[in-house]
Nanobody
Framework: QVQLMESGGGLVQPGGSLRLSCAAS????????MGWYRQAPGKERELVAV???????NYADSVKGRFTISRDSASNTVYLQMNSLKSEDTAVYYC???????????WGKGTLVTVSS
């Protein structure tokens, strides 16, 4: 059973950077699209970035040019590098594994990112 664990959240000032990590156990990246989602207080969960099984990258318009998603197959880890952070980036960030064969998505428990001065 695939398990995901996020880390790297915290408090950062506007304009700062953070790197989130998602450690994935029992996973083969070629069989999953891996994504980062976020949910701000009072708002619905939204897609931030996804790295497809074949390596294609997609980003929400709100983070294009500031966030970068990547993966390391050797360590089974997915990263989200976040630069030029804004207060509106404050949210709980979740790692997601979407299986290509139509099975159930797997979610991590989330990591809180707070952007504030």
């Amino acid at each position: 059973q695939v398990q995901l664990m996020e880390s790297g959240g915290g408090l950062v000032q506007p304009g700062g950077s953070l790197r989130l990590s998602c450690a994935a156990s029992r996973i083969i990246f070629s069989m999953y699209d891996m994504g980062w989602y976020r949910q701000a207080p009072g708002k619905e969960r939204e897609l931030v970035a996804v790295i497809r099984s074949g390596g294609t990258l997609n980003y929400a318009d709100s983070v294009k040019g500031r966030f970068t998603i990547s993966r390391d197959s050797a360590s089974n880890t997915v990263y989200l590098q976040m630069n030029s952070l804004k207060s509106e980036d404050t949210a709980v960030y979740y790692c997601n594994a979407h299986p290509l064969w139509g099975g159930m998505d797997v979610w991590g428990k989330g990591t809180l990112v707070t952007v504030s001065s």
